[in-house]
Nanobody, 126 residues
Framework: VQLQASGGGFVQAGGSLRLSCAAS??????????WGWFRQAPGKEREILGV???????RYADSVKGRFTISRDNTANTVYLQMNSLKPEDTAVYYC???????????????????WGQGTQVTVSS
């Protein structure tokens, strides 16, 4: 299975972007897969933004709660990251990831995900 992230770009502060992450070459089991969205800014460690754990609803890191929304389209094996009220500090490369074998205690650890998208750049100007 390959993940393809898309939708990044250049936006002014206060604007919105919607990222997509599509799986190809196979499908994940809806009730087994955990999806995660991450980002990495220059000179910083990769940061987790939120996850969808198996068949449950999205869970968010405090840093983006209220501004970012994760959703998924089960028929297309695709997940989305809707980002609103963007700030310059949101500038980063954004990654999606997936894994079918995570347990709840491990979903916030990027090292646990087996499948990764290639990353898409988001740049927010002030």
């Amino acid at each position: 299975v390959q993940l393809q992230a898309s939708g990044g770009g250049f936006v002014q502060a206060g604007g919105s972007l919607r990222l997509s992450c599509a799986a190809s070459g196979g499908t994940f089991s809806r009730h087994a897969v955990t999806w995660g969205w991450f980002r990495q800014a220059p000179g910083k460690e990769r940061e987790i933004l939120g996850v969808i754990f198996r068949g449950g609803g999205p869970r968010y890191a405090d840093s983006v709660k209220g501004r970012f929304t994760i959703s998924r389209d089960n028929t297309a094996n695709t997940v989305y990251l809707q980002m609103n009220s963007l700030k310059p500090e949101d500038t980063a490369v954004y990654y999606c990831a997936a894994d079918e074998h995570l347990i709840l205690s491990s979903i916030w650890s990027d090292g646990q995900y087996d499948y990764w998208g290639q990353g898409t750049q988001v740049t927010v100007s002030s």
